[in-house]
């Protein structure tokens, strides 16, 4: 299973990408955000192989939190691939996070391919399974104690939806904080905390 390229960025098309490894073109298929963030030249792509019977099938992304993202979207029924890069191309992994933390329905509705029966879908099994990941120790975590109100505990919330353990997402967020100020709002923490766990 192929899970990096690191190449010469050959061809861009819509919504796909044909990287150069010492002369052998891949096809990889992206995020529209994905595609307009690869710089020219060499790029390096992580990747999400998916083996069918008719085809052998790689995924690309920048960072381990649009991978992730993406693994865990196409673990909803009604949830390929193709609508996964759909939702990833709306929305970036710091406003997904967010809109599964608020169960904001509008915000995935904007996503090509997602109508509301499917959006509700995504946010119920999402948060499931959100909460359903092991912790550090192996178990499974009860649902999250209530933390006091505002950004920061938003953020912890959101990360720990995204599918960060609690005592990684905690330090991460913290070292935000001190950096960005007591008064940082939401989606900044949110993408700081991303920034330290993709590290």
Known sequence: MIARL???VDSLEEGR????????GYLVFCSSRTLAALPEG?????IETQVREDAISLYGFLTAAERGWFRLLTTVQGVGAR?????LSA???EQLAAAIAGQDKAALTRAPGVGAKLALRLLTELREKAGALPSAG?????ALPPAPPGPLADALSALVNLGY???EAEPALARAAAALGEDAPLDALIRAGLKA???
């Open 197 to 199: 766990l993709a590290r």
């Open 83 to 87: 609508v996964a890069l759909g939702i």
């Open 138 to 142: 192996g178990a499974v975590p009860p």
């Open 165 to 167: 353990r609690r005592a």
């Open 42 to 46: 060499v790029a390096t792509l992580l």
């Open 6 to 8: 690191r190449g010469v």
């Open 91 to 93: 929305l970036s992994p």
């Open 17 to 24: 990408c044909v990287i150069d490894v010492n002369g052998v």
